[in-house]
C-alpha cells in the first residue's frame, strides 16, 4: 500500500493517539497519522501568535512529541530554523503583515511531508486508482458509518489534488462515485437519487446519504 493510500484507509477501534505530559501529539513519522498531527501540530502553534518567545516554545513542544524519522528530520532541520516564527523586522510586519521568511511550524511540516509522500507522482495515481476502484479501500467498508466514509473520500481528494494538482473529475462523477461505493443496494441508491430530484452532486448526496444511511456498514 503506497503512503497516500494508507493516509486515508479506513481505521478501526477509535482513536488511540498518546500525547507527551505537555500534550504534544507523540508522532513517528507514518503516513495513516501524517494529516492528524498536523493539524494539531498548526493549532497548537497558532496559539502562539507572533511573540517569538511562545512561538519557540510552542515549536519546542511540538518537537518533544516527535519519535523515529519524524525527530531526525526536525533534527536535520535545526534549531533556530524551527524556533523561527518568519518574522525578521516585528516593525515591518506590524506596517503590512507580510511574513519575510517561512515561519518553522511550515519547513517543519513541508520537510516531514517530503519524507512521508516522497514519490508524489506514484502516489497519486495509486491513490487515484483507489479512489475510482469498486470495492476498493477507498470504498465504504465494513464497520464504517457513512459519515467515516464521506470523511474519507472528502480527504482523499484533497491529498489528491496536493500530490498533482492536474488531476481533473467533475463534481458529477465524484458524486456518483460517493454513492456507487457507498455500500448501497439498488433500490436504497435509487431512494437517495430521487431523494434530491437525481440531482449529481456530491454534497447533496453526502448529505442525503448521512441522513437516510447513518447506521455503521455490514
Known sequence: TSSAVASVLSSRGGDHHQVT????????????????????????VRTA?????????AMSKVVDGLRGDAFIIAK???LERVWCNGIVDLEAFEEDGEWTEKPGVDV???SIRESVFPLTTYEAKELFR???????S??????????????????????????????????GQ????????????????TMIQASIGNARDFEKIAAALIVQHPRIHI
Open 130 to 136: 483507489q479512489y475510482c476502484k469498486p470495492g476498493g
Open 76 to 78: 536535520e532541520v535545526g
Open 108 to 110: 517543519l511540516i513541508d
Open 138 to 171: 477507498l470504498a465504504r467498508q465494513n464497520g464504517e458509518s457513512m459519515q467515516q466514509y464521506i470523511s474519507r473520500r472528502r480527504r482523499c481528494w484533497k491529498l489528491l489534488k496536493e500530490l498533482d494538482a492536474e488531476i481533473e473529475l467533475s463534481d
Open 174 to 189: 465524484r458524486a456518483d462515485m460517493l454513492l456507487d461505493l457507498a455500500g448501497l443496494d439498488r433500490n436504497e441508491r
Open 21 to 44: 505530559k505537555s500534550g504534544s501529539y507523540i508522532y513517528h513519522g507514518d503516513a495513516a497519522t501524517f494529516h492528524e498531527w498536523e493539524f494539531r501540530t498548526r493549532l497548537r
Open 49 to 57: 501568535g507572533t511573540d517569538p518567545d511562545r512561538y519557540a516554545d
